[in-house]
């Protein structure tokens, strides 16, 4: 999935506080105090600046 589907509903986030961010080899999860996640899926990298990895 591309994007973010049309209908999702967020209407929960401008009253949840966002308390932990969970890091993985391909994705990034938002946690939030409604007991609510939030996942983001890609093929990501972390390195250093002038550094091969």
């Not at 973010?4 to 994705?27: C, M, T, W, Y």
């Amino acid at each position: 999935m591309y994007g973010l589907d049309k209908h999702a509903d967020l209407s929960f986030l401008p009253a949840s506080v966002f308390i932990q961010l969970r890091v993985g080899q391909n994705e990034l999860v938002l946690a939030f105090d409604s007991d609510a996640l939030v996942t983001v899926e890609e093929s990501i990298e972390i390195g250093m600046p002038g550094k091969e990895s």
